[in-house]
C-alpha cells in the first residue's frame, strides 16, 4: 500500500512537471507577442495559492491532473468578455495565435529532447534489461540437457547452432524455437567447447495462467550490477 502512494506521488508529480513545461511554453511565446497572461495555474479546484508576479498571476491548485494559462481576450467561459486590446489574444494575427497554442506542445518536445541528452551524456543501465544480460550462465539445474551436457557456471555461450550471439535472449529464442538438437559453442575460461544437447519440453504456466509448452535446456542467466555506458556528446546523438 505505501508502494502504491509513492508511486501515485511520483506520477503526480512528474505529471506536474509535464504541465508546467507545457503551460510554460504557451506563456513564453503569449509573453513574446506581447499578450497579457493574466494567470498561470498548476493544478484545478480551489487555489491553495498564488501571487502576483511579472503582471501575472501564479496559482497552485490541489488536483494535479493539468494546468492553464489564461490570456486577455480569450474566455472560453464567458466569450462576453472578449477584448481586442493590443495586449490581448484577440488582437494578435492568425499566424502569431497559432504558435501561442503550439508552443505548449512543442515545450514539451524539446524538454523531451534534453532529458533524453541528459540521460545519454550520464549514461545507461546496460546490464539489467532483458536486451544487456550476457549469455553467461549463473546456474545449471540438475537432472536437465544442459548438465547431461557438461555445461557449467559462469559459461559462456558465444555461438548456437553456429550462429555468433551476445545477449541472453539470443539464445533463449534458439532455444525455444529448435525442434531438434542444437550444438553450442561455449568459452569456459579460455577454453573454447563444442557441446550438442537436445532441449527437452517443459509445461509452464504464462502471463494469462495458460499452461504452455517450452522448450528449455535447465540454465539460468548470469544478472551483473548495473553498469553505467557513458558518451560524449557526439555519441550522445547518436545513442
Given at each position: 500500500?505505501?508502494?502504491l502512494?509513492?508511486?501515485?506521488?511520483?506520477?503526480?508529480?512528474?505529471?506536474?512537471?509535464l504541465?508546467?513545461?507545457?503551460e510554460l511554453g504557451h506563456?513564453s511565446?503569449?509573453?513574446?507577442f506581447?499578450?497579457?497572461?493574466e494567470?498561470?495555474?498548476?493544478?484545478?479546484?480551489?487555489?491553495l495559492?498564488?501571487k502576483?508576479?511579472?503582471?501575472?498571476?501564479?496559482?497552485?491548485?490541489?488536483?494535479?491532473?493539468?494546468g492553464?494559462?489564461?490570456?486577455?481576450?480569450?474566455d472560453?467561459?464567458?466569450?462576453?468578455?472578449?477584448s481586442?486590446d493590443?495586449?490581448s489574444?484577440?488582437?494578435?494575427?492568425p499566424?502569431?495565435?497559432?504558435?501561442?497554442?503550439?508552443?505548449g506542445?512543442?515545450?514539451?518536445?524539446?524538454?523531451?529532447?534534453?532529458?533524453?541528452?541528459?540521460?545519454?551524456?550520464?549514461?545507461a543501465p546496460?546490464?539489467?534489461?532483458?536486451?544487456?544480460?550476457?549469455p553467461?550462465?549463473?546456474k545449471?539445474i540438475?537432472n536437465?540437457?544442459a548438465?547431461?551436457?557438461?555445461?557449467?557456471?559462469?559459461d559462456?555461450v558465444?555461438?548456437?547452432?553456429?550462429?555468433?550471439?551476445?545477449?541472453?535472449?539470443?539464445l533463449?529464442?534458439?532455444?525455444?524455437?529448435?525442434?531438434?538438437?542444437?550444438?553450442?559453442d561455449?568459452?569456459r575460461?579460455?577454453?573454447?567447447?563444442h557441446l550438442?544437447?537436445?532441449?527437452?519440453i517443459?509445461k509452464?504456466?504464462?502471463?494469462?495462467?495458460?499452461?504452455?509448452e517450452q522448450?528449455?535446456?535447465?540454465?539460468t542467466?548470469?544478472?551483473?550490477k548495473?553498469?553505467?555506458?557513458?558518451?560524449?556528446?557526439?555519441d550522445?546523438f547518436?545513442y
Amino acid at each position: 500500500m505505501l508502494t502504491l502512494i509513492i508511486y501515485s506521488i511520483i506520477a503526480l508529480l512528474a505529471l506536474s512537471t509535464l504541465v508546467f513545461f507545457h503551460e510554460l511554453g504557451h506563456f513564453s511565446a503569449a509573453k513574446f507577442f506581447g499578450v497579457k497572461v493574466e494567470r498561470f495555474s498548476i493544478g484545478f479546484g480551489r487555489v491553495l495559492f498564488k501571487k502576483e508576479w511579472l503582471g501575472t498571476e501564479w496559482a497552485f491548485a490541489p488536483i494535479l491532473l493539468g494546468g492553464y494559462v489564461k490570456l486577455k481576450g480569450q474566455d472560453d467561459i464567458n466569450p462576453l468578455e472578449r477584448s481586442d486590446d493590443d495586449d490581448s489574444y484577440n488582437s494578435k494575427k492568425p499566424w502569431q495565435r497559432i504558435v501561442i497554442l503550439l508552443a505548449g506542445p512543442a515545450a514539451n518536445i524539446i524538454l523531451a529532447f534534453f532529458i533524453y541528452l541528459f540521460i545519454a551524456l550520464y549514461g545507461a543501465p546496460a546490464s539489467t534489461a532483458s536486451g544487456y544480460i550476457t549469455p553467461t550462465i549463473s546456474k545449471v539445474i540438475p537432472n536437465t540437457p544442459a548438465q547431461a551436457a557438461g555445461l557449467k557456471s559462469d559459461d559462456r555461450v558465444v555461438k548456437i547452432n553456429n550462429k555468433p550471439i551476445r545477449y541472453w535472449y539470443q539464445l533463449k529464442s534458439e532455444i525455444v524455437k529448435s525442434d531438434h538438437t542444437i550444438t553450442l559453442d561455449v568459452k569456459r575460461g579460455e577454453e573454447l567447447l563444442h557441446l550438442k544437447l537436445l532441449p527437452k519440453i517443459e509445461k509452464r504456466q504464462n502471463e494469462f495462467n495458460e499452461t504452455i509448452e517450452q522448450r528449455v535446456i535447465g540454465i539460468t542467466p548470469k544478472i551483473k550490477k548495473s553498469t553505467i555506458i557513458e558518451f560524449g556528446l557526439i555519441d550522445a546523438f547518436s545513442y
